[in-house]
């Protein structure tokens, strides 16, 4: 009995995949974050995986998606600064 409930409580082979991407990125945003120039930000930030694109337009996008929307918007405007202040 107890080993069927331990089995029932395992993930799956996709959800742990699924899982690990997701880690992966936000380690690799936090990496992106730490560098010192925004130009080198924008590169690491083009190279990090947010996650699958929806495939039906009911379908509701990835928070990851819209976490590196913003990250890239965030490099973006960093950039600009630095480029028009100097």
Avoid: W
């Amino acid at each position: 009995m107890s080993h069927d409930l331990y089995s029932l409580s395992k993930p799956t082979p996709e959800i742990l995949t699924d899982y690990n991407r997701k880690v992966d990125f936000l380690k690799g945003l936090l990496e992106a974050d730490k560098l010192p120039s925004p130009a080198e930000k924008s590169l690491a930030n083009q190279f990090l995986a947010p996650g699958r694109t929806p495939t039906i337009s009911s379908e509701r996008t990835p928070a990851s998606k819209t976490v590196h929307i913003q990250s890239k918007a965030r490099c973006a405007g960093e950039m600009r600064k630095e480029l028009m202040s100097t």
